[in-house]
């Protein structure tokens, strides 16, 4: 009768940094879960070494370099990316370790150092200082130059960190060369470095200027294909479908018409990139309140403005001028609007719309009381405002003339402003 096999053991957990039980990095807990021992021990382990020339500390900093975390789903770690595939994340660790990360590498530096001494190997003790400081500076300047930019508050800590970190590197060269020849061959290699860095300087500036103008190239040319992009996306959501819309309605005249005036108006503001001010001008208003009304009416609305005013105070106007159109819409055809904005003697902002149309005319008069649409909307809402309303009509057409001031204390913003 056969004896059942014993079980396999079970496989070592991977060596990974223990996310779970982290006081610091996780280094002692992943590698005693590795182990197999208490976290405790390992922790003690480690820092007993570290008081014998460092050998913990190098042992912590290299496994927190090295070692992968464990991910959330306890990746092992053969699925994580080799030394190779590690190293930008393990420089971008390093910087942002900061003094701890630099702080630790002058002790490790010191500690090999010092067990180097111990078996026997000549250590010129004199050169450990200008060296720990160079290492200092050169981390400092490493650890804190940002090349991708960052906050504006920070650019100016960044900067005196890394002018600090330059200084300490050249401090530390001067103190190794003084170590090493005398006061006056120091001065005269200094010149011949000098020297040799202006010939090295004017020989690279043609390259590095070179490389400025192909770096400038290359943004426009990224700035000219964005902006292309841009405008094909425009074109196919906005023209396309336009065209499309023609196409299926091609019978009918009035809708084809309606649809190109809409896309026309559409395709202007596009290209003039508002450049007539924002939603609250009066020029922006009157557009959209003709646009509405050739929407609605099927009807031919022009705008033209000069001048530029702005402010909540002319909500009252651009909404006269809106009820001007839709009657020389309803009742005339195609419309042109006249804005103007202009200064009084006092300063204060005076605008003036003209909604004029070719249409038959009527006597205001002889208008039934109960149709609101001119008395109201417009002679009404003018007079409500502080402003005036005159409407000139006849069998050519009719005008309708309406004037506002900005009120006191309520200033708004002149400009130039384009049709």
């Known amino acids: 009768m056969p004896t059942p096999s014993a079980p396999a053991p079970a496989p070592r957990p991977p060596l990974m940094r223990h996310g779970a039980d982290r006081p610091v990095s996780g280094v002692a807990a992943g590698l005693a879960r ?16 570290s008081l014998l020339g460092g050998a913990g500390l190098a042992l912590y900093v290299w496994l927190w370099l090295l070692v992968p975390e464990e991910g959330p789903d306890g990746a092992p770690a053969a699925d994580a990316p080799t030394l190779r595939g590690r190293a930008p994340e393990v420089l971008e660790r390093v910087r942002e370790g900061g003094w701890p990360v630099l702080l630790a590498a002058v002790v490790l530096g010191v500690g090999v150092l010092t067990v180097a001494d111990g078996l026997g190997l000549a250590v010129d003790w004199a050169l450990v200082g200008p060296v720990a400081v160079l290492v200092i500076g050169l981390g400092l300047a490493w650890m804190q130059l940002d090349l991708a930019g960052g906050p504006r508050a920070g650019r100016s800590g960044r900067l005196v960190r890394l002018v600090l970190g330059t200084a300490l590197v050249l401090l ?8 090493a020849v005398s006061s006056g061959e120091l001065w005269r290699a200094l010149l011949a470095a000098v020297a040799m860095l202006a010939g090295a ?3 690279a500036m043609p390259y590095v200027l070179a490389w400025l103008r192909r770096r400038d190239a290359e943004r426009t040319a990224f700035a000219v294909q964005a902006q292309r992009a841009e405008i094909a996306a425009h074109l ?3 023209v396309l479908q336009s065209l499309a819309l023609i196409q299926r ?13 809409a896309q026309e108006r559409e395709l202007r503001q596009f290209l003039a990139l508002d450049s007539r001010g924002g939603p609250h001008s009066l020029a922006e208003a009157l557009e959209q309140h003709a646009a509405a009304v050739e929407d609605a009416h099927g009807a ?7 001048g530029r005013a702005a402010g909540a105070w002319l909500e009252p106007l651009a909404a006269a001028a809106r009820e001007a159109m839709q009657n020389a819409a309803r009742h005339a055809g195609d419309a042109q609007v006249f804005a103007e904005a202009g200064e009084d003697e006092r300063g204060r902002t005076v605008a003036e719309v003209f909604v004029r149309d070719r249409g038959p005319g009527f006597d205001l008069p002889t208008v039934p009381a109960d149709r609101l649409g001119v008395r109201e909307s417009i002679l009404g809402r003018m007079g409500r405002a502080g402003g005036t309303a005159r409407i000139r009509s006849g069998p050519g057409g009719t005008e309708v003339h309406l004037t506002l001031t900005e009120p006191e204390g309520a200033r708004a913003r002149t400009g130039q402003e384009h049709p």
């Not at 019978?251 to 309606?258: L, S, Y």
């Not at 031919?300 to 000069?306: C, F, I, P, S």
């Open 34 to 49: 590795h182990l197999g021992m208490p976290a405790g021990r390992v922790r003690a382990a480690l820092a007993l070494l």
């Open 172 to 179: 530390a060269v001067l103190a190794i060369v003084l170590g």
């Open 201 to 203: 300087a004017l020989v």
């Open 236 to 238: 196919h959501d906005s």
């Open 249 to 261: 309605r091609a019978q009918d005249a009035d809708a084809v018409a309606r649809v190109a005036r």
């Open 300 to 306: 031919r609305v022009e705008v033209v403005a000069v």
